[in-house]
């Protein structure tokens, strides 16, 4: 099974308005991390975002909010007031506390577009 | 910028040679990571090294190894190169704690062409 699910390939988006990425993740493990990352055409991996599974609070970073429903295990990000900056591949990805590595299981991405 | 640096930043080489990918993790990092990123695709866990040890390995073949030195820079090495190993590689460095958030800084890859 896929740990990380990323259902939508791509996502237009007017500029100025607000949009919803969607990101599933399946894991048995009751410690967990999950992330968003950014990916420019450049390719460098930029981290946006971070929620612990034990976090009460749904995280914000400046105009990036992650909504956390744990028990439909979702963790979609949301992007208030988008730029044309924002365009770019959006990455969710997962880590597992168990697994004792710090590794990172990444979702499929979804590119997003913002017009102007 | 993340502080993490790659090298080279693109590499053409042809099957069956062996190329050595180089990191230098952020300032105060112990930890790295490489992800090989195929196009079109989500980066995939190839190993981790945590103060000079491996500290967990992904599906990947032994041609796949690893270095980490005292001062945390990493070098990946891939032996017998194959076509299907062309792919963008990413180092990420962390800080490894207890409880916390681990967060892992990318560089800019390195995209390697098998021909």
């Known amino acids: 099974a896929q740990k990380i699910t990323q259902t939508q390939p791509g996502m237009f988006v007017q500029e100025k308005e607000a949009v919803t990425l969607d990101c599933t993740y399946d894991?048995?493990?009751?410690?967990?991390?999950l992330f968003w990352y950014k990916q420019p055409s450049s390719g460098e991996m930029i981290f946006l975002i971070y929620?612990?599974?034990?976090?009460?609070q749904n995280a914000t970073e400046g105009r990036y909010s992650l909504n956390f429903q744990k028990a439909r295990k979702s963790a979609n990000l949301v992007i208030s007031a988008s730029q044309l900056g924002d365009s770019a591949m959006y990455f969710c990805?997962?880590?597992?506390?168990?697994?004792?590595?710090?590794?990172?299981?990444f979702g499929t991405g979804t590119r997003l577009t913002v017009i102007p | 910028e993340t502080g993490v640096t790659q090298s080279p930043t693109h590499l053409i080489k042809t099957r069956g040679q062996q190329v050595t990918l180089r990191c230098s993790s952020q300032?105060?990092?112990?930890?790295v990571s490489w992800y090989q990123q195929a196009l079109g695709q989500g980066p995939q866990f190839i190993f981790q090294?945590?103060?000079?040890?491996?500290?967990g390995r992904g599906n990947f073949p032994p041609r796949f190894s690893g270095l980490q030195f005292p001062n945390y820079s990493s070098e990946l090495n891939v032996n017998a190169l194959e076509l299907d190993d062309s792919a963008l590689y990413l180092c990420?460095?962390?800080?490894?704690?207890?409880?916390?958030?681990?967060?892992?800084?990318f560089g800019a890859g390195t995209r390697l062409s098998v021909l």
């Open positions: 990805a997962m880590r597992e506390k168990r697994t004792g590595a710090n590794n990172l299981f």
């Open positions: 090294y945590y103060r000079e040890e491996e500290n």
């Open positions: 929620q612990g599974s034990y976090d009460q």
């Open positions: 894991t048995s493990d009751p410690s967990y991390g």
């Open positions: 300032s105060g990092h112990n930890t």
């Open positions: 990420a460095s962390s800080l490894q704690s207890s409880g916390g958030a681990d967060i892992q800084y």
